[in-house]
């Protein structure tokens, strides 16, 4: 019976590995360490790669259980009528204590063009009860599950 493609390349890393050259390419290897220089920045861009295919860019990542403590954004101005208007904003937001759900990120989001001004990646995080709102990465905490 033939070995599969995978029985003989594990044979074959193997066989490096005993002659002490790299398992990945068969080359030199510089003492201590696992795999060369070349083999190694390869496996660090798969990485990178199979990351930004996942839409991964930042602390949060879709399906994530998030709170906001405090919503970001004006200070009091000390004029009545902004200052009515921004706490009437506030009132409309989710309390502390609600949990949201992460539903995109700044990259694959559309959310990125959002905020353009602050320089800071935003998700869309769905809240029971209030929609699909854009928040600060600054602004949420991770709910751990159950918690
Ligand atoms: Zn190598």
């Known amino acids: 019976m033939r070995a599969t493609k995978a029985e003989r390349s594990a044979e074959l890393r193997q066989y490096r590995r005993d002659l002490g050259l790299c398992p990945g390419c068969g080359g ?6 696992k795999y060369c220089e070349g083999c190694r920045a390869t496996a660090t861009g798969y990485r990178r790669a199979d990351r930004a295919k996942k839409g991964y860019s930042g602390k949060f990542q879709s399906g994530n259980r998030v709170r906001v403590p405090r919503w970001g954004g004006q200070d009091a101005t000390g004029d009545k009528g902004v200052d009515a208007h921004l706490a009437a904003t506030l009132a ?3 309390p502390p ?8 990120n700044a990259r694959s989001g559309a959310s990125a063009s959002s905020m353009p001004h602050s320089g800071v990646r935003a998700y869309a995080v769905a809240f029971p009860g209030f929609g699909v709102l854009m928040v600060r990465e600054t602004e949420m905490i991770r709910v751990e599950k159950g918690g």
Do not use: A, S
């Open 97 to 104: 204590e609600c949990v949201g759900v992460v539903q995109g």
């Open 92 to 94: 409309r937001l989710p």
């Open 28 to 33: 030199d290897l510089p003492g201590g360490q």
